[in-house]
């Protein structure tokens, strides 16, 4: 869903003021590394929604920048764990009514400094962001808000109106998007329905709500 290579960019330009405890780095002997542990929702929760798992991949974003004059990498492993919610049309076939996502990507911390700039994005720049990396996506338009617990952490969902382009269609969707700390890493929500589907909100929260993070890959 994400991708964070505009975001790591950000990340390596920071790490060009950063010197402390990264020699091997700072002489080009090896790349700066860092790397997320993967979060999903509870298996029996998103049963109970009604998505199934459509797998987790990994995204790597390897970065190459000069410092001194010369070449230098950091390298950063994010996690996507990737859920749908389809329904059967007979003769139709099945239509893909719900897409849900969580994204874990390493906080980049150096010399108690946090360099990741997906920590100071807020919901409005992330479904900026997400829009910025995916051209589908238009006529994004904030509804509301509201707090829920996630690992015991309060987190804000914020739910906006958009217009997808899907298989040249367009329709009028509902964007849920959250993101809270946990551990080394910063994790990413992202639910996205029909709008006809309003009642699918209480399904996208209780998956948000369900989120584990780490587990198991």
Not at 67 to 94: C, F, H, I, M, P
């Amino acid at each position: 869903m994400i991708s964070n290579r505009r975001a790591l960019a950000a990340v390596a330009v920071a790490l060009l003021l950063v010197t402390s405890g990264c020699i091997g780095f700072l002489t080009g002997d090896e790349p700066l590394t860092f790397s997320a542990e993967p979060a999903a929702a509870d298996e029996a929760t998103a049963q109970e929604a009604g998505y199934e798992l459509n797998g987790t991949r990994t995204l790597e974003v390897n970065e190459t920048f000069e410092v001194a004059g010369q070449e230098r990498q950091v390298v950063a492993t994010n996690y996507l764990t990737d859920y749908r919610k389809s329904v059967e049309l007979g003769a139709l076939g099945e239509a893909e009514v719900g897409v849900f996502t969580v994204v874990s990507t390493p906080a980049v911390e150096i010399a108690g400094r946090t360099l990741n700039p997906i920590g100071s994005y807020s919901n409005a720049r992330l479904v900026q962001f997400v829009q910025e990396q995916y051209s589908g996506m238009s006529d994004i338009e904030r509804v509301s808000e509201q707090n829920v617990t996630v690992q015991g952490t309060e987190t804000t969902v914020t739910k906006f109106s958009a217009t997808a382009t899907i298989e040249g269609r367009e329709v009028d969707v509902f964007v849920h998007v959250t993101k809270y700390r946990d551990g080394d890493d910063f994790v990413l929500a992202l639910g996205v329905y029909p709008q006809q589907l309003d009642g699918e909100e209480e399904n996208v929260l209780a998956l948000i709500r369900s989120i584990e993070h780490p587990v198991s890959e």
